[in-house]
Every structure is written in C-alpha cells, then in structure tokens.
C-alpha cells in the first residue's frame, strides 16, 4: 500500500486508545503488540488503529490517523487492487500475506502484511491488516517479492487436484477467484487435458491457451511446471500466463491474410501448398481434384475492362466456396485458375452429382456495373490419392483433362484418363522433338507453284514448311503445326520459314527471276510483335523487293479488334507486302468489313474446288467477291483437268494444286523449263 507520506509528529506521542469497550468492534485488537488497522476500502482512510499501528504511521493519535486521506497519491494498479481484496473477502472467508511497502514518513517501509476482511458497524467490508514481522530481509527477497506484486504476469499455484494455493494479484484480478479451480481456468477442456497430460509426462507443459477471465474468454501463453508447495511440501502445480490476446489477433489476422488470395478471399496458391504437405499419407483419404479456368477470360477483360474481369472472379470464388462443403478447399492458384479440393468417398454416384453440382454453380450470368457477362468455365478433373501419389501429378492430370475440355469446345468439364494421360505424354515427347529440331535446323521449305490461267506460266510459289526429321523423314505440317500453334513454338518455327523465305526471294532477284513467294502466317505469329519488327526491317533494305511476297493469313486472323487488325495490315501493305486470305470460304470473316482490308488475293479453299462442278455456285461467288475487291483469285487444291477446265472457264485467276505440281524442294519444282499449261480440254 503506498500512501501519502505524512509529516512526523512534534508533539510527544500521545496514543488515543478508545475505552476498550465490548462494543468496540476492533477491541480485540488494541492490545497487540504487533501494528493492527483497519482500512476503509471505500473512503480510502484508515478506521482503527492500535498503538504500534500508530507508532508506525507515525500518527499522534488514532484520529490524527483516521484523518488522513490514504487514497492521495494511491496508483490505480493499488487502488483495484484492494477493491478486488475486498470483493474476495465479501465472497470468501481468505487470508493473504504478501509483501508490502508502505511510506509512513516517504521513505520506505517494506514488510509482511496479513490482511483479511473486516466488517465496520455499517455493515460495509474493510481490510483488517497486521504486520507479521518486520522484514530487513536481503534486498533480492524484498525486491523479488515487490516483483511478484507488481508483475503483469500471472503467477498461481496450484494444488494437484486444481485447488488454488496462491495467486498473485495478477493472477487474482485476472481470474475468477471465487470458482477458480485449476480446470475452469480453460475455456476448451482439451487444452486442460494436455496440459495434464504434459505435466504427468514430461513435468511441464507450455501453449497458448483460451482462458476464462472476468473480461471474458481471452488468450494466454500458459506455462506449467509440476513443482512442490514451498509450506506443505506437498506436489503443486505452477502455472505463468500472459495475456497474448491482442498479439494472437493481429498474428491470426497475419495468417488469414497469408492464405488468402486478396482479390477472391478464397485461399491461395502457398495455402494449398502447406495443406499438401500436412496431408499423412499414411491416411487413405483420397480427394476429387478439380481445376478450373474462365473461358476466354481474355476477351472479358478486354470486352468489359479489367475491374469487370475482377468481378467474375469474385463471382466465380464466391459461388465455388458456397457450393463446396466445409471440409473442402476453393483456391485461387492465379490469374483465372482455380483448383478445388472435395473429399472424395468410394460411392461414385454421389461423387459424379455432387462434381455436377459445381460444375452447375460456377457457369452463368455474372453482373458487374450495369452489364450481365455470360461466364462460362471449363474444368478437369482428377482423383488425388496422398498414399499413392503426389500433388503434382494430380495437378498435371487434372490439367490434361481441363485441356480436353477446352478442345472439345469449353464450358464442360472433364474427368482425367489414362488415355489421356498417354496422348499428352506423347505430345509433350513430340514438343521436345520438335523444339530440338528448330535448334538443328531440321525445318525447311518445300516449294508449291502457282499458274497463272491466262499465261500459262509459274508466277509464284507457296513456301510450305516442312520437317526433315532424321530417322522418320519428311514429315508434313498437319504432325507439328498444331503443336507449334499450342506451345508457343511456332514463334520460332515462323520466324526460321520467313529467314529462309526472304533468302530465296533475295537469291532469285540476283537470278532475275520474277517469282513471288508466298509464306504462310500464324495467327498467333500475326499477333505476336516480332513479325511487324521483321518485316519493317526487311522492308527498310534498299531494293529488297517487298512486293514479291506475300503473306497468307486465315480468316480467323481477321477475327477481334477489326480496327486494329485493318491498320496493322495496311503498315504491311504500305510496306509494299502483298496480303492473301488462305483457305478463303472456310472462316467467319466479317464480308462487311472485308473491303476495308488491304487484299491482294483470295484462295479458294481447296474444299471447294474438289467440289467443283458440284460446288460451282460458291466458287463463282467467291470469284466475284474477289474482283470487287480488286484481288487475285487462286483456286488451291486443283487436282483434276475438269476440275482446271470449270475454273478456266469461270475467269479463276491462277491454280495451285496437284495437277501443277506437289509441293517439293525448290530443285523439283522450279525447272527452267515452264509448267506446261495443260490442255484446257
Ligand atoms: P495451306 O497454306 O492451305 O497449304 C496448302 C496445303 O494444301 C499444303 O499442305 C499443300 O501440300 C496442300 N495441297 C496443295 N495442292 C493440293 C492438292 O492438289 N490436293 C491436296 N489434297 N492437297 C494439296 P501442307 O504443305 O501439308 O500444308 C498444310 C497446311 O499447313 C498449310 O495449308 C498451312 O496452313 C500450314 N502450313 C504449311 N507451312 C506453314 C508455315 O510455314 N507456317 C504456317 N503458319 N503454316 C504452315
Ligand atoms: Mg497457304
Ligand atoms: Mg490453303
């Protein structure tokens, strides 16, 4: 108790005892040897005092003390302190002893104090305190006591069977101490149960811990240690606990955010990778994988803008977390890819409807600002076994199977066989292969010539890309254009075909030879920047006869940003490039818009002409479509003198096909001979 220094008395000491009437409820005490008063908790001033209390207050009288405002000065830590005593005593019949350090006169006084509870005449309790001895003990016992006293720290003895034995003030504002048994310290019993566990075992346990205290439920980090009571000598627990709750908030808080996606609020990519590594695998839980992208999430963002994109994203998170159930795991792994984990049980049916569900869930309208997209997704999906194999695998499998679903058209979802499995294995082998090959230089073009019908001479050729494959020979576009189209390696393989197209074309200008060269462009090569770099270079050389060639695109170029498109191919035009459509007729071109490309030249698709005469009215469309907008008209695939003669006869502008030659090494194909024109029947 630290109260207000007070001034030593001048006077003799003159010690005011009362009558030592029977009605004096502190008669008892007065004859003490040992200092004894009562504190009145609730005005802050002592009550009774006997002589030595006096003579150690260093009062004159028991009035002069009595008068005294003991609450000046007092710290709040001190004045809770003692409502807490007085709520114990109210509540039970205890005793304390505990080290004080009163300031009779400002100068220290520290001792050991007995208090327990006093009731005054008006029925209110105060705190009857009596010195046991006084203490000159070592300073480390004085100052380790006052540190008992003062701590934050939670310090409490237990009996075995969960009786308190002694808790510091700490403790006692803290925890409950009219019920406080060992056990209902903790708001979950299990952590009770290991902590008992820990201290049967190892003798001392430490966790973090939800306590019940008197402002609720809150965490501490709980120490135990199995030790004897320093008075019976009997075993006792004894127990630390600080109070974690805010750090425990803000760490949980740290943690949510860690394993969450920011955008979606369902879990991310360093999240599934933990949960992975925790699942035993010795446990035979086994789990539907499944994986999911937004179909042509692309054209979202750019039709309805990134913040659009956002919000099907959402959307789709959103409803995947609602239609899974707890235990399973939506992740957002990044970008518009997905992968959910669902318990997966031995009862196909069940597992089958429920994978409908999902799949039902994540596709439909999906409002954002003013405007509805209509979302599609598509999925693969696979069953993950921990015992048997590794997440990685079941990734790439479930991946496999998504790319199926894309193939098949999107907006399905499609489960993982071992079918499949072989099919990409073989591809990924075949993209090895092939990217090995663009590295040896194993890629060449042969050499298709193309008639013109009113000359009768070769005017141009098409380079057509072929594989010189060591062991397997030549090997045709159809085996490795698609796979370069998907991996990305036709970047490489366009670029080797326009290295050594441009050559040729240079070399047969230094022959003199008037032969135009056309060359076959990707779609994604059209879209990929380097191409417009490649041809500005070439067109910027001095006399390189840029009009000699011309680049064959497909109609499914000509799909998207028309605006765009039209400006990118009037640069290669105004670079003097020529720009064919290939396979014309076979595509969605926009024929509203078509008029505004820069077109040299149409070719019929070779569907058509093997069609011929059947097909006769389509051909004549096209050849007239083709004079409006001032192009040439080449026929592909012509195989047949019937097949030349109706084309002849129909004003076609050139042929390319069999009956002219099979495309070949430029050696095979281009004699210094002309192509006979053959007889038109
Ligand atoms: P394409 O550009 O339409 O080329 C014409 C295809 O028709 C060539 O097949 C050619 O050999 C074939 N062909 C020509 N005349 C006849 C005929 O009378 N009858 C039949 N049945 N077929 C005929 P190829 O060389 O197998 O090329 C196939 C496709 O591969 C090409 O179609 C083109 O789209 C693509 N391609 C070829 N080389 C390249 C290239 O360097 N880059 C790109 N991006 N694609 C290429
Ligand atoms: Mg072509
Ligand atoms: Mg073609």
Not at 48 to 64: G, L, V
Not at 368 to 387: D, K, M, R
Not at 436 to 445: A, I, M, P, V
Not at 577 to 603: E, H, V
Request: aromatic letters at 8%; a negative charge; glycine letters at 6%.
């Amino acid at each position: 108790m630290q109260a207000k220094p007070v001034e030593r008395p001048t006077g003799p000491l003159a010690v005011d005892v009362h009558s030592a009437s029977r009605q004096d409820p502190f008669y008892a005490a007065r004859n003490l040897s040992t200092p004894v008063w009562v504190f009145d908790i609730d005005h802050g001033r002592i009550v009774y005092a006997n002589p030595p209390a006096c003579i150690m207050w260093q009062a004159d009288t028991e009035a002069e003390l009595s008068a005294r405002d003991m609450s000046k000065g007092m710290s709040t830590t001190v004045a809770k302190r003692l409502k807490q005593y007085q709520a114990d005593f109210e509540q039970n019949d205890v005793t304390f002893h505990e080290m004080w350090t009163l300031y009779p006169n400002g100068e220290p006084l520290s001792t050991s104090v007995a208090f327990r509870g006093f009731r005054l005449p008006d029925g209110r309790m105060a705190m009857q305190c009596e010195i046991i001895e006084r203490k000159d003990d070592a300073p480390e016992n004085l100052r380790s006591a006052e540190a008992l006293l003062h701590t934050d720290v939670m310090i409490a003895l237990f009996k075995l069977e969960g009786r308190a034995l002694y808790m510091n003030p700490a403790a006692r504002n803290t925890f409950d101490m009219t019920t406080c048994a060992l056990h209902k310290l903790f708001a979950d019993q299990t952590d009770f149960h290991v902590m008992m566990f820990d201290l049967d075992g190892a003798g001392e346990h430490r966790a973090v811990s939800q306590v019940t205290t008197e402002q609720g439920k809150r965490w501490f980090d709980m120490s135990a240690k199995l030790c004897n009571d320093a008075a019976t000598g009997e075993p006792a627990v004894l127990l630390t606990a600080i109070d974690v709750s805010e750090l425990k908030t803000a760490r949980d808080k740290a943690r949510y955010l860690a394993d969450r996606d920011q955008l979606t609020g369902c879990y991310n990519r360093a999240f599934l990778q933990r949960h992975i590594d925790g699942l035993t695998q010795s446990s035979d839980m086994r789990y539907r994988l499944v994986y999911f992208d937004v179909d042509k999430f692309k054209q979202v963002n750019d039709t309805h803008g990134h913040k659009a994109g956002d919000d099907v994203l959402k959307e789709l998170s959103h409803r995947a977390q609602k239609v899974v159930d707890d235990e399973d795991i939506v992740v957002r792994l990044g970008g518009d890819e997905f992968v959910i984990l669902l318990r997966h049980s031995d009862n196909e049916q069940a597992e089958m409807e429920k994978l409908d569900r999902v799949f039902g869930q994540l596709s439909g309208s999906i409002k954002s600002g003013g405007s509805h997209i209509l979302t599609s997704v598509s999925v693969g999906a696979t069953i993950f076994n921990p015992a048997e194999s590794d997440f990685t695998t079941a990734l790439r499998e479930a991946d496999i199977a998504l790319y199926h679903s894309k193939r098949e058209g999107r907006n399905r979802y499609t489960l993982y066989s071992e079918e499949m499995g072989r099919a990409a294995r073989e591809k990924t082998e075949r993209e090895a292969e092939i990217r090995h090959g663009l590295k040896c230089n194993q890629f060449d073009l042969h050499f298709q010539p193309r008639l013109d019908l009113r000359s009768g001479k070769v005017v141009s050729m098409e380079g057509l890309a072929r594989w010189d494959h060591p062991e397997r020979g030549i090997v045709e576009p159809k085996d490795f254009i698609p796979i370069c189209e998907e991996t990305g390696l036709i970047d490489i393989l366009g670029q080797q075909v326009l290295e050594i197209g441009f050559s040729q074309v240079l070399d047969w200008q230094q022959q003199h030879k008037d032969v135009h060269l056309s060359l076959n462009i990707s779609p994604r090569q059209f879209a990929d920047d380097r191409l417009m770099e490649f041809l500005r270079k070439f067109a910027e050389v001095p006399d390189f006869p840029t009009d000699r060639i011309e680049l064959e695109i497909t109609e499914n170029v000509l799909i998207g940003e028309l605006d765009v498109i039209a400006e990118k191919l009037r640069t290669i035009s105004d670079w003097g490039y020529k720009i064919a459509i290939d396979d014309f007729g076979t595509g969605y071109s926009n024929l509203a818009y078509i008029s505004r490309f820069p077109l040299s030249c149409l070719k019929i698709d070779q569907s058509f002409i093997q069609q011929l005469p059947g097909s006769g009215p389509i051909v004549s469309l096209i050849i007239a479509l083709g004079r409006q907008l001032g192009a040439t008209i080449v026929a592909e695939g012509v195989e047949t003198a019937e097949q030349y003669d109706w084309l002849m006869q129909n004003e076609c502008d050139q042929v390319q096909g069999y009956l002219i030659s099979k495309p070949g090494p430029l050696k095979d194909v281009l004699n210094e001979e002309p192509i006979l024109l053959p007889s038109a029947g």
